[in-house]
């Protein structure tokens, strides 16, 4: 990854595509994920190689039946399932609560 300088905005340049690799590490498999996403196989599968090119770490072992995490790759679904969980907790509860509108009343400007 780049210099961090700002984490709100690197963070913000990966959050879907960290948020697909714990989809695939919860699901085991490219196309479970997909699937739960609305995204097609090979997109998700770009998107995790994306996600591994930018870290320039292995974070999943291709298998015929599936994936397996590498021990980098563990180690950040560990760094990362709590909190994107909590975000998305958040999210969602935040979606739920009525949308409230402030009426503003402006002042009436004459021109003479």
């Known amino acids: 990854m780049p210099d961090i300088r700002n984490p709100y905005a ?11 690799f714990v989809l695939v590490a919860r699901a085991g498999q490219l196309s479970s994920a997909a699937k739960e996403a609305g995204l097609s196989q090979p997109r998700v599968s770009q998107r995790i190689r994306a996600l591994e090119d930018s870290l320039d770490r292995q974070l999943l072992v291709r298998e015929r039946r599936g994936v397996r995490l590498t021990p980098d790759g563990r180690a950040l679904f560990t760094a990362l399932q709590g909190p994107l969980h909590e975000a998305s907790t958040a999210f969602e509860t935040f979606c739920r609560v009525p949308v409230s509108y402030t009426h503003l009343t402006l002042p009436t400007i004459l021109l003479v």
Do not use: K, N, P, V
Request: glycine share 10%; net charge neutral.
């Open 10 to 20: 690197t963070f913000g340049r990966y959050s879907a595509d960290l948020s697909l």
